[in-house]
């Protein structure tokens, strides 16, 4: 929908055909006693200028809601319990989670040599760059936590491809770090960020802009490549384009472009939302919230404490956690009953934060396929692909490359000036 809205702008007649009676995909806000559910994204990182630029554009800067300033303590779920992650040089010394000997290595990373495997995992990538003590305690969580998937099985390259893009650029994360620019526009957020109603908010502003080229209810069925033109068929419609781009998920692209993108891997995901009364917490919520080691738990992936970080999404007086159970380490978890999944996830929330009461309301979610996971090759999997496309056909979106929104709005707007020019 961004890239559709890029070419509505520039002047290029564009068909936007999307498959369910709504548009938004994974982005999907509800309304709950006065709090706002996210079903999908909860919030957009900061610093990618072309997705402020498309805010921007749409007006939405002034419904822009920033993370609150207690956001940046995260916790991790370790052996040990519940460990906040470092805030700042002195912390990480003294902490736990790094230590004397790991904050050597995190300042001797400058000097480590650039891997040759382009295709090595999180977890391998980690450790030859910061040791294998943090690795071990970090990649983990924050894999299961971001991508619902296996720091040993994902590609580094694939997944974190901006940190990638530091080591080639500066031959260090550290160096490249430090280099890099801050987003020329001085309004653009610095910390992750929503809109006051959620993040469907943007979607459903994109719909508004491109009523006229937007068709809903519409599966792409079929796409035939006739003379210089493709023919894109519905159930009960045709178009004839000149350029295709295919922004579903790789399993249903599979039957329009090639059999082979059936196998690329996904993790489902259940998120469940359960809204307390503030007073029965038996600990504020200060943070983000917490990722969990899968040698502590496997039934979970983590929590978010919603209420904490975006205050205005929960009323007054009401605590909201968003927890994630299922991805890569237990998909088995989101075929649950709605009350299963709820029960399970009271009694994570018993267990690791010592919260006992009982919940004003629930909300569960699933996602499946869910998380498209870029496993070991991908980056190779994904340039052959798209070698070998015919002329005119493209591919784009999560499915492919850039699990986050910000990594697909980039991705629309250097899509749209190539297709433009
Ligand atoms: C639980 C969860 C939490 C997340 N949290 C964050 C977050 O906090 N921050 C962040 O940046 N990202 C987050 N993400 C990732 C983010 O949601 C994705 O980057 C984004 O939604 C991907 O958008 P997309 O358009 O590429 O794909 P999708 O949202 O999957 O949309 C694909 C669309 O294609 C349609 N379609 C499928 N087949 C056809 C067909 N044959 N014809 C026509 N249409 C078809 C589908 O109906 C769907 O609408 C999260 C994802 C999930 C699931």
């Known amino acids: 929908m961004a890239l559709g809205y890029r070419l509505q702008q520039a002047g290029v007649e564009t068909h936007v055909i999307e498959a369910a009676p709504r548009a938004g995909g994974a982005i999907a806000t509800e309304q709950h006693d006065d709090c706002v559910v996210e079903c999908g994204p909860e919030s957009l990182r900061p610093g990618s200028m072309p997705a402020w630029e498309l805010i921007r554009d749409l007006g939405l800067a002034p419904q822009v809601v920033g993370a609150d300033a207690s956001a940046k303590r995260r916790y991790l779920l370790l052996e040990e319990g519940l460990v906040r992650t470092p805030e700042g040089i002195l912390d990480a010394l003294r902490g736990p989670l790094v230590g004397k000997r790991s904050f050597l290595r995190i300042f001797a990373e400058p000097v480590v040599r650039p891997g040759a495997d382009r295709s090595a995992s999180v977890r391998d990538v980690l450790a030859r760059r910061l040791g294998s003590r943090l690795a071990d ?15 040993h099985a994902l590609e580094f390259a694939s997944v974190f491809a901006r940190v990638q893009a530091l080591e080639d650029q500066h031959g260090s994360w550290l160096v490249g770090g430090m280099r890099r620019r801050a987003p020329r526009d001085p309004a653009a957020p610095k910390v992750p960020f929503t809109f006051r109603d959620g993040m469907q908010t943007l979607t459903d502003t994109l719909v508004e802009a491109q009523r006229d080229q937007l068709r809903l209810g519409a599966r792409v ?62 600990r504020p919520l200060d943070g983000f919230g917490w990722l969990a080691h899968s040698r502590v738990r496997r039934d979970v992936l983590g929590a978010i404490w919603v209420s904490a970080v975006f205050r205005s999404h929960a009323r007054p007086g009401v605590a909201l956690i968003r927890m994630m159970v299922g991805g890569a380490r237990m998909p088995s978890l989101v075929d649950e009953s709605e009350h299963g999944l709820v029960e399970h996830c009271r009694g994570v929330l018993a267990d690791v934060q010592g919260l006992h009461a009982t919940p004003l309301w629930t909300h569960v979610a699933r996602h499946r396929p869910g998380i498209p996971q870029y496993v070991r090759g991908h980056a190779a999997r994904l340039a052959r692909l798209r070698r070998d496309l015919p002329a005119g056909l493209h591919v784009a979106g999560w499915g492919y490359g850039g699990i986050g929104l910000a990594d697909g709005m980039t991705a629309a707007s250097e899509l749209a000036e190539r297709l433009v020019r």
């Open 221 to 282: 069925t079929g796409l035939e490549r006739t003379g210089g033109a493709w023919r894109v068929c519905t159930d009960d419609d045709a178009v004839a384009v000149d350029h295709v781009v295919i922004t579903a998920p790789a399993h249903a692209a599979a039957a329009l472009v090639d059999d082979s993108l059936s196998d690329w891997p996904h993790a489902p995901l259940a998120s469940v939302h359960l809204a307390f009364v503030e007073a029965d917490l038996p």
């Open 137 to 151: 305690k970090v990649a983990d969580p924050v894999v299961a936590g971001i991508f619902g998937g296996d720091p």
